[in-house]
């Protein structure tokens, strides 16, 4: 599946509670709304009042899963939930998640964001029965482990988790518990939050602030957090390892009010619009974001420049991910129906146009010619990351290689491409200064080509082929 203005498809967002009354798939509901920016092929929740299971789960956005009775009859203290957006398998009822699997008369569920990259391993190991996904998988796997050696969720996750390699964060479900993983790279975000006197695991702060419930601190990377009726408990079920969150949070997929690793968001994607203004200066009469994930860099670069920022194009804020893509004969209509350019703010004027990132270009190449057919008389382009150049195995959907604009390309080349009248790219090493966190806490593979695990280098997702 494709995805609209040149970004990567997002990661998936998991949520897991513990409450003391029986609205903890209501709050989950809630938090998965807080979520939706990360996943919005399907959504789902898992309940349990202790005894019995439910689960509930289709295709479409939070708001359009969920109803008022369905809701009503999601009643328990613990829940997980989930919103997904494909990475692997294909986009359809049965890869929704949480994915249940009865075990021993219990129940388990697990949600799941990120990627395996040992898959083939795991169906040999444990088989493919019912696994169309890395993440059944991983069910199938603790399943089948508390099955045969009749344990308990806790027992066989510390059993099994080791066996698991790429990025996985994780919330699962049985009868009577919620656990919380991270990978030992912790590739992905999972925060921990207080309510009342329960316990709250969020992919992101901001669905913590949503409900209402008060960040306590982030699962660490290789940490397994035990939400259970006697308080909060920690396990490491993993060797040590060196922490790899991905750099891409900060650039395009966390909300910006969210905080990762201590820094906020939307101050790290100001500081990258700085950073840029000071790397790759444009000749320009204005600054215009490309909304909605261009606009922190675009406040950042306008501020640093002294070039003044305008909404020079206006978002249709109704189109998100459900929207129909229109026919082939008006496929180039598309972006206009996103995006309208604001002809009274670009007509005559030197443009500098901000983004945080082009993966495809074929959308922003459409948007160039928009922004030019407006008035505009030079559109200066600066991109507040480096090139995206190569695929991502830690769960983001970016396609293969040759789909990548800048993938074997140089910066004058897509400069072409785009037929803009200049490009500036942000360095890598201005964009994690920008972060203010260390260098070696990122992934930055997609960036730089450089993998901090090995990576299936057969895949057809490597073959680079000709762009047209
Ligand atoms: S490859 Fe890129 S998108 Fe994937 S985890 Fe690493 S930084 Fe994030």
């Not at 027992?155 to 030992?184: K, Y």
């Not at 966390?254 to 201590?262: C, H, K």
């Not at 030079?378 to 480096?386: A, D, G, K, T, Y």
């Amino acid at each position: 599946m494709s995805s609209p203005n040149d970004k990567p498809g997002e990661a998936c967002g998991v949520f897991g509670i513990r409450v003391s009354h029986a609205e903890a798939a209501r709050l989950t509901y809630f938090g998965l709304f807080a979520l939706q920016h990360r996943g919005q092929e399907s959504a789902g929740i898992a309940v349990s009042d202790g005894t019995t299971q439910t689960v509930y789960k289709n295709t479409g956005l939070v708001a359009q899963v969920f109803t008022e009775p369905s809701l009503a009859a999601l009643t328990g203290h613990l829940a997980i939930g989930h919103t997904r957006y494909s990475t692997t398998g294909s986009s359809n009822w049965a890869n929704a998640q949480p994915i249940y699997r009865e075990v021993n008369g219990n129940g388990i569920s697990l949600s799941h964001n990120g990627n395996l990259i040992n898959t083939a391993e795991l169906a040999a190991q444990y088989g493919q029965l019912f696994a169309t996904t890395d993440s059944e998988l991983m069910a199938e796997a603790i399943a089948h482990e508390m099955r045969i050696n009749d344990v308990g969720l806790v027992a066989a996750l510390q059993t099994v988790l080791p066996s698991f390699q790429g990025a996985f964060t994780l919330t699962i479900l049985d009868n009577t518990t919620v656990v919380g993983v991270r990978d030992p790279m912790g590739f992905r975000p999972l925060s921990l939050g207080k309510l009342g006197d329960g316990w709250v695991l969020a992919s992101e702060t901001a669905a913590l602030d949503i409900i209402g419930a008060t960040f306590f601190r982030d699962v660490e990377p290789g940490e397994m957090v035990v939400l259970a009726s006697d308080g909060l408990r920690s396990y490491r079920p993993f060797e040590a390892s060196e922490h790899r969150l991905c750099l891409f949070e900060f650039v395009y997929f966390a909300r910006p009010d969210s905080m990762l690793n201590g820094s906020n968001v939307h101050a790290t994607r100001r500081r990258m619009g700085e950073h840029l203004a000071e790397q790759a200066p444009a000749e320009a009469d204005i600054t215009v974001p490309v909304p909605e994930s261009g606009i922190p860099a675009a406040q950042g670069y306008a501020a640093r420049s002294g070039i003044p920022i305008v909404d020079g194009l206006i978002k249709n804020r109704y189109v998100g991910r459900t929207f129909i893509d229109p026919a082939q004969s008006m496929r180039d209509r598309g972006i206009h129906m996103k995006l309208n350019p604001l002809r009274q703010e670009l007509a005559g004027k030197r443009v500098a146009l901000i983004d945080d990132s082009i993966v495809r270009g074929s959308t922003t190449r459409q948007l160039i010619s928009m922004i030019r057919d407006a008035g505009a008389i030079e559109v200066h382009l600066r991109i507040s990351s480096p090139p995206y150049r190569w695929p991502c195995f830690y769960g983001m959907d970016t396609g293969d290689r040759s789909s990548l604009l800048a993938a074997g390309k140089t910066v004058d080349e897509i400069a072409t491409y785009l037929d803009v009248d200049s490009l500036g790219y942000l360095e890598l090493d201005r964009l994690i200064d920008a972060t203010q966190l260390p260098t070696d806490s990122f992934c930055t593979a997609c960036l730089s080509g450089d993998y901090p695990t090995p990576v299936p280098l057969n895949d057809p997702k490597f073959i680079l082929e000709t762009i047209d």
